[in-house]
Structures are given as C-alpha cells and as structure tokens.
C-alpha cells in the first residue's frame, strides 16, 4: 500500500472545511452592509456604553456565525487597545439548550477570561445564574452575550433575568444579549412573558444571490486549489446547483470541496461539470441517510411502515393500509402505537421533508378521496437504513 498523497488538484483542503471560516472583515465578501451595521451597534462600546440587545437572523449559511465571531474578535481588540474593560461570551444553543448549560457556559468562560479560580457551586440554576451575576459585579465591565442558534434554546427565565438585572437590582449595568437564528419565527414561537424585557435591534442577513456566491467560491479555490485546476464553468455550476439555491455559502463550499476530491480520486488533474454532478449526488445521499438514521423511534417505524408498503406493492401505498403496517410493527418492535390522527400528521412532515410524496386521488363518488404515497428514495436501501436504525 502507498499511503503518500497524490493531489493534483487540491492545494489546501482545510480552506474548503465546513469550520474554516474567514478571520477578517476582509475575508467574508458580500456582507459589507451587515458588518457596518454591527460596527454601528457595538461602536457604543468604545465609549464605555453598554450596547442594546440584538437579533440577527439570516437563512442557513448566509455567514451570520462567520459574522459575529469576526465582529467580536475585532470588538475585543478594539477594546483591549483602549483599556475598555469587556467580556464577550460566545455559546451556541444547539450544543447547550438548556438554561443550566448555559449559565453553566457562562460561568466557566468569564472565569478563564479574567484568570479567575473556578469555585464550587450548587446544582441549581438560580445558583449560577446569582454567582455569574456577582462576577460580573465585582470585574464591573461590558459584557456581551452571544446566544448563536437561539431557537434551539429551551424556553426559560434565561433572556428575562438577563434584560433585567439592572432594573432588579442585581447590577449597576444592563448586559447585552445578541441572539442569532435562521428561524424567522423565533419571536412568534416563544411565550411572550420571555422576551418581555428583550426588545432587540434586528439585523437581517439577506441570502447569497448567484454572483456572490461565485466570487465566494473563486476566492477559495483560488486558496485551496492548484492553478488551472479549475473554471468559471464549474465554479458557476458549484454556486447554481440545488444545494446552493438557497444562497447557502456552506452548501456550495462543500459541493466544491467534494467535485475536488472525487475528480482527484478518479484521477483528473482538473474539475469538471461531471464530477460536480457526482458529488451533488453523493452529498445528497450523505444527508439523506444522516436525516433517515436521526429519526426518532416513532417516525423510524411510520416511515418503515411505509417504506414496507411500497417495496411489496408496486411503490405505492395508501395511508390505511400503511397506519396497519405501522401497527403492527409498533407490536413487533414493543412500541406504543400512536393515535391515526398522529401518523397522518407525521406522513405531512415526511411530505415537506421530502421523504415521501402524497397525492389525494379519487375511488369514485361512493367511496372518496384516499392518500396515495409514494417516494423518489430507493426503498430497499431506506428499509436497511430505517431497521438498523431501530436494532441498533
Ligand atoms: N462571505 C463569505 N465568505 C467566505 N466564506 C463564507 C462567507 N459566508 C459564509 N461563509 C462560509 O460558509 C459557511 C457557513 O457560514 P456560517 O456558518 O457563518 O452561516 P450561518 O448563517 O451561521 O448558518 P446557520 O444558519 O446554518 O448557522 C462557513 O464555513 C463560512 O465560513
Ligand atoms: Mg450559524
């Protein structure tokens, strides 16, 4: 075996990974308006002014992490050049939903920040949220709090205590909160008494459109690719493909990094339209496995329920006679079967997922109108992925 690289094409493969993002305002094209209006927002800071709360919002991809973490990175040094005393905390919601993680978070960070002794506290979340509190007393400087994916966080008393710890007495300061999420519904979908105090200045992150896109990908292949290695054409194809439709930079980054290696594995010196082809195939099949073993146990059995139906009756099913199958394997695997009315909600997120299609066709006027399912997945390999899911 020989283990020893050969790559004719790809340069510097990190530049194309999904965590490579730029470290300079200069770095992130086509978002110029949203950086000066951030600049505007946290300009209070170098007049020791605490800024007001914030909250971004941006489709998936349209670079608002990207965003934020440049802005608090040039933030903080701004800041250190004036002896401006500030502590930004960065905590991303989908990997710390909960109140306690995140007080938690914020304890263990303002901690490493200002070389502080960490201390012994109860398990309660008033505790921490009291101890945190008493920190930021004692140091007396801006803080800034970045909640990124704030939609993943889990409703609570969170956003309300930290609008209002001047007004309760518990600072002389308020903090600032800066919550961020692709979810445009966010303020909608909580209980109103959370965001009571909140009262955020909003930012919104417009999408990508095609040529922005494009001149974010030649500015990475031009990094991580070798010269002629790669065109406009395919370049183009990378920024306009499905994927990218949605002005998602990191979807059109990842086709691109992926045409790179299967073109280097099929033992091209140079990209081309086909390899952009295959890999949009591949991504897709990688995303729809990953989304089809994440299922809960629940959806796993509606969705094999299904997927069995078709595979034994010319790809179609109706959804009568899927809700039987699915109860009877909701026997065989020792689960609690769910009410009609349920799985027929479900099968309408499957339809919007993609996963399946349902047409309403008619049996005639005695006899209405039935559900008829069908999919666009293979169903032998969906079967396999859905039952090893549930064995395993
Ligand atoms: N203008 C840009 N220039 C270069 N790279 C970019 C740009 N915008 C986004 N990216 C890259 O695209 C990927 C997605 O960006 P980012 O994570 O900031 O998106 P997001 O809006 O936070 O998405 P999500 O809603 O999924 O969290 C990252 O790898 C980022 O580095
Ligand atoms: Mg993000």
């Known amino acids: 075996m020989n283990f020893e690289q050969k790559n004719p094409i790809i340069k510097n493969i990190e530049i194309l990974k999904t965590g490579n993002a730029p470290e300079s305002s200069n770095d992130l094209l086509h978002r110029e308006n949203e950086i000066n209006k951030m600049e505007y927002h946290f300009s209070h800071v170098i007049q020791n002014i605490v800024p007001s709360n914030m909250l971004m919002f941006g489709e998936i991809g349209s670079g608002k992490t990207a965003m934020i973490k440049i802005t608090a990175n040039e933030l903080k040094k701004e800041a250190e050049k004036r002896n401006i005393n500030l502590t930004i905390h960065y905590i991303n919601c989908n990997s710390e939903p909960t109140e306690m993680g995140i007080l938690q978070q914020l304890v263990a960070q303002y901690n490493m920040h200002h070389s502080i002794k960490p201390q012994k506290i109860a398990n309660s979340t008033s505790q921490y949220f009291h101890h945190y509190i008493k920190k930021i007393n004692e140091t007396n400087g801006i803080i800034i709090i970045i909640l990124d ?225 069908s999919t666009e997945l293979s169903i032998e390999s969906t079967i396999d992925i859905l039952t090893n899911a549930l064995e395993s």
Not at 320 to 349: I, M, P, W
């Open 149 to 373: 994916e704030i939609d993943k966080m889990k409703p609570s008393n969170l956003l309300y205590n930290l609008s209002r710890v001047k007004e309760n007495g518990f600072t002389d300061f308020n903090v600032c909160v800066v919550g961020i999420s692709n979810n445009f519904l966010f303020e909608k979908e909580r209980d109103p008494r959370e965001l009571s105090s909140f009262r955020p200045t909003r930012i919104t992150v417009p999408p990508y459109n095609t040529e922005q896109l494009i001149d974010i990908l030649i500015n990475k292949a031009e990094k991580a690719l070798k010269p002629n290695t790669w065109d406009i054409g395919t370049i183009t194809m990378c920024a306009t493909r499905l994927s990218a439709c949605k002005g998602d930079a990191r979807s059109a980054i990842e086709l691109l990094k992926t045409t790179a290696e299967i073109a280097e594995k099929t033992g091209k010196t140079a990209l081309t339209e086909n390899d952009v082809l295959i890999a949009e195939k591949e991504l897709q099949h990688g995303t729809i496995s990953t989304l089809l073993s994440n299922l809960p146990p629940q959806k796993t059995l509606m969705l094999l329920a299904c997927m069995h139906n078709m595979y034994s009756n010319d790809e179609t099913t109706t959804t009568k006679t899927a809700y039987q199958q699915y109860a009877k394997l909701c026997d065989a695997y020792g689960h609690e079967t769910y009410t009609d009315r349920s799985f027929r909600t479900v099968l309408n997120e499957f339809e919007i997922e993609g996963l399946i299609n349902i047409n309403k066709t008619s049996r005639g006027r005695a006899r209405g109108i039935q559900n008829q399912i």
